[in-house]
């Protein structure tokens, strides 16, 4: 189905929502009660990994629906589920999970467009010149599919060796493409969804290691030369061979000082109790001392479903009975259990719509810009919401996407497109191409009003 016809059909369906960077402002003066909430208070989403195949059980998706802001697919948009042969695309539980988040406001980051694993042996029987064409057509026809829906997009998982030696793991990319592989894979992305950020993903890089710093001059070198990158995902399984390292927040610092994003992508700590809690904590807490640490993940809603099951990793146990765990992540984000805190998401009599907006500049050349508007409920869910943005005389808009502007003069009034409806403290992005004519100010955002 091609993306316009996605958008529409879904749109006719279900409240939707857009699915563009999150850079929350929002700082709730009341203490909310889910981790989503706590975390829009925070400027951060709270995210977890989501299968199609547990959606139709009460519990999970009640669980999913009321804690978290953002979803990632754990298996559905993977090569071996999307793309099983060459050229033939299968989207169904993939656009399962998508649709279901977007009737419930929540954002969705991409996970995983080149990977060794779960890769069907078509793709590794194929010589290095098919081979190259095969990575860019996969690329494009998931990005092409959910363009514009997808917050952030795991380009490449896992390309670097576990161990000491910070070298490229033997994959067919690496095997056939060379070292070249990834930036090939981020460039495609780049045009095939402008709007998404892009993210390369691994694990075992949290602390300052071997493995990081590989990672790390690659990310370096990509910003000195420009090739497009946005964001650095830290898988963050940890257990007691793989404990959280207590260089976490610097590393994520240091990566955040080569200016692109970190997000928390995987999450999971095995163990139980206060110590599994406080391991939690310092988690959240690292996350939360890095200002371009934009949201964490946890990989699973419960310890039934998780990969590490027999661990008990995750913030809700078999039952979805609240862990100790959760009670330490929701406190770290300033949240509060006690229901009926004024303001809180959920509780009764408090009934006020409302939204906050934020510009950034996504990209500059010398006769123009992208600007960025991300909008973010406040402690209730919206269905639509409005915002102005008045330019500097000179300049003029060539196109806008993820929003329907009305112009009067210099002022646009920007409604949504697709995208109105979000779930208390869930964000949502316009952004657009404007021409500087002369001026390089940046435009005024104007309140934000949602109803
Ligand atoms: O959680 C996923 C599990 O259901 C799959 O069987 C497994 C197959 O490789 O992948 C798991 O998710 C992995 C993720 O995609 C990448 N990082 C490691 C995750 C845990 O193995």
């Known amino acids: 189905m091609s993306m316009t016809l996605r958008r529409l059909s879904r749109a006719a369906t279900a409240g939707l929502v857009a699915a563009a960077a999150l850079t929350a402002a929002a700082h709730s003066a009341e203490a909310a009660d889910t981790l989503g909430s706590a975390a829009a208070g925070q400027g951060r989403y709270f995210g977890t990994a989501v ?37 033939t695309f299968t989207f169904t539980s993939a656009d399962r999970i998508v649709d279901h988040a977007q009737s ?50 795991d380009v490449v998982n896992e390309a670097f060796q576990d161990g000491g030696s910070g ?22 992305a780049r045009a095939a969804d402008p709007a998404a950020k892009l993210c390369y993903n691994d694990y075992n890089t949290d602390g300052v290691n071997a493995k990081s710093n590989a ?11 420009g090739v497009p990158i946005d964001c650095v995902g830290f898988q963050s399984h940890f257990n007691s061979n793989s404990p959280v390292p207590s260089d976490y927040r610097k590393n994520l610092q240091r990566f955040a000082d080569l200016g692109v994003d970190v997000q928390i992508t995987e999450l999971d700590i095995e163990g139980s109790g206060s110590a599994q809690a406080a391991d939690y904590t310092k988690v959240v807490e690292a996350c939360l001392a890095v200002d371009r640490c934009t949201g964490m993940t946890v990989w699973g809603v419960t310890d039934k479903y998780s990969w590490r099951s027999s661990g008990t990793p995750l913030l809700f146990d078999g039952n979805y009975q609240e862990k100790p765990a959760y009670d330490a992540v929701l406190s770290a984000l300033g949240g509060s259990g006690d229901p009926g805190d004024p303001g809180d998401p959920g509780d009764p009599g408090d009934g006020t ?32 919401w409005t915002v102005t943005v008045t330019l500097p005389a000179q300049q003029s808009v060539s196109s806008l996407w993820n929003g329907t502007p009305t112009w009067n003069g210099n002022v646009m009034t920007v409604k949504p497109s697709w995208n109105g409806t979000l779930a208390a403290g869930a964000s949502t992005a316009f952004g657009f191409t404007a021409a500087k004519n002369g001026s390089d100010a940046a435009p005024t955002v104007g309140t934000c009003t949602a109803s």
Not at 66 to 72: G, I, L, M, Q
Not at 215 to 225: A, E, H, I, L, P
Request: proline share 3%.
């Open 104 to 153: 419930q406001g929540m954002d969705v980051r991409g996970h995983t467009l080149v990977w060794h694993s779960q890769l069907p042996s078509w793709v590794g029987s194929l010589g290095a010149s098919d081979l190259r064409t095969a990575m860019k057509d996969h690329i494009n026809g998931l990005m092409g599919h959910y363009k514009g829906e997808i917050h952030s997009w």
């Open 51 to 87: 299968a199609a195949s547990h959606l139709g059980e009460a519990d999970y998706t009640a669980t999913l629906d009321r804690e978290f802001s953002s979803v990632t697919p754990e298996n559905e948009m993977k090569w071996d589920a999307t793309e099983p042969s060459r050229g």
């Open 353 to 384: 719509a409302s939204c906050t907006a934020t510009y950034t500049r996504t990209a500059d050349w010398n006769s123009g810009y992208n600007g960025q508007v991300t909008i973010t409920a406040g402690d209730e869910p919206i269905s639509t």
């Open 215 to 225: 990672v790390y001059n690659m990310v370096k070198d990509f910003k000195s030369r």
């Open 167 to 188: 070298a490229r793991r033997s994959s067919p990319f690496q095997d056939k493409l060379g070292d070249g592989f990834i930036e090939e894979a981020f460039r495609t």
